[in-house]
Nanobody, 125 residues
Framework: QVHLSESGGGSVQPGGSLRLSCMISGDITIAHVAWFREAPGREREGVAA?????????TSYADSVRGRFTISRAAENKIYLQMDDLEPEDTAMYYC??????????????????WGPGTQVTVSS
């Protein structure tokens, strides 16, 4: 059985940084990974994603976070989201997601079958 679990959320002031971690446990070959976020009253949206290959990690970002967020991996089972220059608009529950399928849209919720429980990020002065 495969499990995803996030950590690293918290409260920071505008301009601050956080690094989220996603641990993937279980026997699985991941094709795509992504970080989504969901703020109160808003739909879940993808902010960073990657196509996972043995020797390459092909990343992409939503316009709202490009240049401030970085998705990366360590080994095959740990995914990070480095978030810099945080803004109050970044406040949300952040979720790690993964799929075995090497197809579909990187930022479509329905294309991911594996999800973590989420970690809260609050940006406020």
């Amino acid at each position: 059985q495969v499990h995803l679990s996030e950590s690293g959320g918290g409260s920071v002031q505008p301009g601050g940084s956080l690094r989220l971690s996603c641990m993937i446990s279980g026997d699985i070959t991941i094709a795509h990974v992504a970080w989504f976020r969901e703020a109160p009253g808003r739909e879940r949206e993808g902010v960073a994603a990657a196509r996972v290959y043995p020797d390459y990690f092909h990343t992409s970002y939503a316009d709202s976070v490009r240049g401030r967020f970085t998705i990366s991996r360590a080994a095959e089972n740990k995914i990070y989201l480095q978030m810099d220059d945080l803004e109050p608009e970044d406040t949300a529950m952040y979720y790690c997601a993964a799929t075995r399928r090497d197809s579909g849209n990187l930022y479509r919720v329905e294309d991911y079958e594996l999800w973590g429980p989420g970690t809260q990020v609050t940006v406020s002065s």
